[in-house]
């Protein structure tokens, strides 16, 4: 029996390693791809960060909630992350809106409570169509507004 063939057939080579004919040497095998290494995936938590992205989008650009369920919208989401599903218009408009409320309000809260911070507090007045008053309160800092609450009486 020749070297080569008592080195093929021994049996002691394992699935990934084989050692070569003429030095004795083993040589690593590469194991194939899975099909997941070629398909984007999106674990919960990076779905829940890409949901309040596209909420706040919508919020910050005044977007109506029902382009949510709009197929052309859901094919631009698709073709930019595949296996990724959009939130919904109910999501939307409900927990993501929600979320981003208290989000925003705990940010302004720390930002207003800041010792170096000050501000003025502001109320305005006018009537709508039917003669109704309208009551706005607002805080101004030297670098932004934000309006607390519009109130129609």
Not at 31 to 55: C, H, N, P, W, Y
Not at 66 to 73: G, P, R, T
Not at 99 to 126: H, R
């Amino acid at each position: 029996m020749s070297e080569i063939e008592s080195c093929s057939s021994g049996g002691g080579s394992s699935s990934f390693f084989e050692e070569s004919a003429l030095t004795n040497v083993p040589i690593k095998r590469k194991r194939q791809a899975g099909i997941e290494s070629f398909v984007v995936q999106t674990s919960a938590s990076e779905k829940q960060k890409l949901d309040i992205k596209i909420a706040k989008f919508f919020y910050g650009c005044n977007i109506a909630f029902n382009i949510a369920d709009n197929k052309l919208f859901k094919d631009m989401i698709c073709a930019l992350r595949p296996g990724y599903d959009p939130p919904s218009r109910k999501k939307v408009s409900g927990e993501l809106l929600d979320t981003v409320y208290k989000e925003i309000e705990e940010t302004l809260k720390s930002e207003l409570s800041a010792e170096d911070v000050s501000f003025t507090m502001m109320q305005d007045g006018w009537s709508s169509i039917k003669n109704d008053p309208i009551i706005a309160t607002s805080i101004h800092t030297g670098e932004r507004s934000i309006l607390i609450d519009a109130v129609e009486y």
